[in-house]
């Protein structure tokens, strides 16, 4: 299992570095949002996942981007429900 670092917003430009998560939009709806850790891209969290009190992710994270393909199951620091 892989611990992805919380990195709360600092200000209006915070980015996301790789492993790193934070909680944000897409699409209009509140998410979390996770900087893969092998290629960099950020994306969010599926409908289908669901996270557990300690942080963890199920299923597991799949970055289904062609070049990457990242399959791990994560468990994200500092997770408060």
């Not at 699409?27 to 009190?53: D, F, M, Q, S, W």
């Amino acid at each position: 299992m892989v611990t992805i670092q919380h990195h709360p917003p600092r200000g209006r430009w915070s980015y996301l570095r790789r492993g790193q998560w934070r909680s944000g939009l897409a699409n209009g709806k509140h998410t979390t949002l996770i900087c893969c850790p092998c290629c960099g891209y950020v994306g969010a969290l599926r409908e289908t996942h669901e996270i557990a009190a300690d942080g963890t992710v199920s299923p597991a994270y799949w970055h289904d981007v062609t070049s990457c393909g990242y399959y791990e199951f994560i468990r994200l620091e500092d997770w408060a429900p």
